[in-house]
């Protein structure tokens, strides 16, 4: 075999031919293992050059020869399996339900845990925003200076009254549809006549409303956007909770919702935004409810964002 021959010009003691058959073989070990259904993940591919860098260049090249293998490409680590292991530490008081999903712009890897309907509360103000933006974009004009005084209000303050005069000025649930139609929301659906609070969304839907507001290709125009991100970055300092406890000092852009139900005293609370951590960007969004406390609430939706960002790390 030509490895042999190459093995009798550059190593001419039987204790060099010993090392070289070990090389060969441990590489059509390897070569087998890359063409079946075991990978191997990177930091161990990491070890396996470091523990080769011994090997000559034609030795290495014959060993390559010899086992016919190609490089293969490594499969992505399953990411809902690791958000849904990380999950598994957060605590969850008894009766309280969550769910989160979080976006890396990086990589455009995601992950999702809990697929149910949740109440928004406030952070269907978001959504509201971006139809009355969408509304103004079809109409080629911009937004009026009550209008925006009254955007101001609803996302940095969470002013209620300034979100029931523009759920009014989209159309209600109605006008929320025909935008989220637009925007690629398929499981939300507005709350009955002015209870906007009480819009019904997944955290699948709401990460989908943040890629509108911070990713490519959203239906939003440029302008839009940046105006959506400023009152998103400017949230009344009261109000700077939820998935920011899952990012790097301030780097974050976020709305919160928090209602306590009138039939049950108990909670939902719910935190949606772009955060930065360890040198990443991340859409979060998470959503939970059957807290017996807002202060529970807050700290359940914020070990979620932990746990979101925690399988991307």
Known sequence: MESHRVTRRRARS??????????????VVVGGTAAGTVYVRA????GAVSSQSSVTPSASASASREASVEPAAEPSDDRDALLEKAMRAVAVEDGADVAVAVLDL????????????????????VDILAALLLQAQDAD??????????????????????????????????GLARANKRLGLTDTTGGDG???GLTQTTAGDQLALLQQVFGDGSELSDASRTYLQGLMGNIAADQRWGVSAAADGAGWALKNGWLARSATGLWDVNSIGRITAGGR????????????????????VEAAARAAVSAFA
Do not use: C
């Not at 930091?43 to 990491?46: C, E, N």
């Open 43 to 46: 930091h161990a591919d990491a």
């Open 281 to 300: 960007t991340y859409l979060v969004a998470t959503l939970s409810n059957g807290s017996s406390t807002k202060e529970k609430g807050i700290s359940l």
């Open 194 to 196: 002015p209870l906007w």
């Open 14 to 27: 039987s204790r060099s031919r010993a090392v070289l058959s070990t090389v060969l073989a441990s590489a």
């Open 141 to 174: 004009r911009r937004l009026t200076a009550q209008e925006k005084a009254y955007a101001t209000a609803m996302i940095e303050d969470s002013d209620n009254d300034s979100a029931s005069a523009l759920w009014t000025a989209i159309g209600r649930a109605d």
């Open 106 to 125: 990086d990589s455009g890897d995601s992950a999702r845990y809990g697929d149910g309907a949740f109440d928004t509360a406030s952070i269907v103000k």
